[in-house]
């Protein structure tokens, strides 16, 4: 089974997207929001039967509702609004995660966590503070949207289709991301000798902006690209793909860095995150991955440390 807490436009999108991959066929929502959960779930379970999907969607306010899950996605928390940075949300996402990740543990102990509640890589370590599950089993969702944005973005320059490219962004979900045209390759050619000087500025620009961008545009954040991401992530997880994403994970030595969540690339199968990909990084990029990862622990000195514990 399949949990997904909060029931808004990311958690809803990315049920609908688990519809469409037949990822499990057992799903519930929950929200503390009444009557939220339960109307998204109907009109799920009636699109499935529109699609003759095998799903059975329920919506509940009841995190007991959650037992059994062998994955719990978590979309919950205060969006974005135009003119915001994700870091702004910290303290006040904090206390919201840190009560979801009391209840999960409590509920779903055996499941693997997928949280996209921003500021990400913050978030992330909170509800591994929080749930003291092994680091293999809570994840960060992040890289998947912010790598294939950079891929989608470079396509349209070089004139490829953006699957055609293996994206690399590392360190923060953030303002300080850090997406890396020359470690990015198009059929073993790095994008920097598709890409102008000016386009590469450009590509790594607009990678960045991005969620703003379509923040400003229609006044709420992505929800989308987030939820076809989290589809992809526990598609590879549910049947053991053992597919190679970008997601915030722990790290306890890996390039060079402790005790941090941050997006590097990984596999993704049975057991959550088996496999954390080091990339052989130059001095220069090693310090603008580093200056990522700074900008990852200043954000959390604006968690409360109550929500670290």
């Known amino acids: 089974m399949i949990t997904i807490v909060g029931s808004g436009r990311v958690g809803a999108t990315a049920a609908a997207f688990l519809m469409f991959y037949e990822v499990d066929n057992d799903?519930?929502?929950i929200d503390i929001i009444q009557g939220l959960p339960q109307g998204e779930a109907l009109d799920l379970n009636h699109a499935a039967a529109i699609l003759g999907k095998s799903v059975r969607y329920r919506g509940s306010n009841d995190y007991r509702d959650m037992e059994g899950s062998d994955i719990v996605i978590i979309t919950a928390g205060l969006a974005r609004k135009p003119g915001m940075t994700r870091e702004e949300l910290?303290?006040?996402n904090a206390k919201i995660v840190a009560e979801v990740a009391d209840q999960v543990k409590k509920y779903a102990p055996n499941s693997i966590v997928i949280i996209t509640t921003n500021p990400l890589d913050a978030m992330v370590y909170v509800l591994y503070k929080r749930l003291g599950f092994p680091r293999?089993?809570?994840i960060g969702f992040s890289g998947v949207l912010d790598s294939n944005r950079m891929a989608y973005y470079a396509s349209l320059l070089i004139g490829i289709a953006p699957e055609s490219i293996?994206?690399?962004v590392?360190?923060?979900?953030?303002e300080n991301m850090y997406p890396v045209p020359e470690a990015s390759f198009a059929y073993g050619k790095p994008l920097t000798e598709f890409l102008t000087s000016d386009q590469y500025n450009d590509v790594v620009k607009k990678t960045i902006q991005a969620g703003?961008?379509?923040t400003n545009l229609r006044k709420f954040s992505s929800n989308w690209g987030p939820a076809a991401g989290l589809a992809l992530m526990v598609d590879s997880i549910k049947k053991n793909r053992r597919r190679i994403f970008e997601a915030s994970v722990y790290l306890d030595g890996e390039?060079?860095?402790?005790d941090i969540f941050a997006e590097v690339p990984v596999v993704l199968g049975r057991n959550g995150v088996e496999k954390i990909i080091e990339l052989n990084l130059t001095p220069e990029q090693r310090q603008k991955f580093m200056q990522s990862i700074e900008a990852i622990r200043k954000n959390l000195t604006q968690v409360p440390p109550e929500y670290l514990k």
């Open 136 to 138: 293999n089993r809570v």
């Open 212 to 214: 703003a961008e379509i």
């Open 166 to 168: 293996i994206p690399v």
């Open 27 to 29: 799903v519930t929502l």
């Open 255 to 258: 390039y060079g860095v402790k």
């Open 90 to 92: 910290a303290a006040a």
């Open 170 to 174: 590392l360190g923060q979900h953030g």
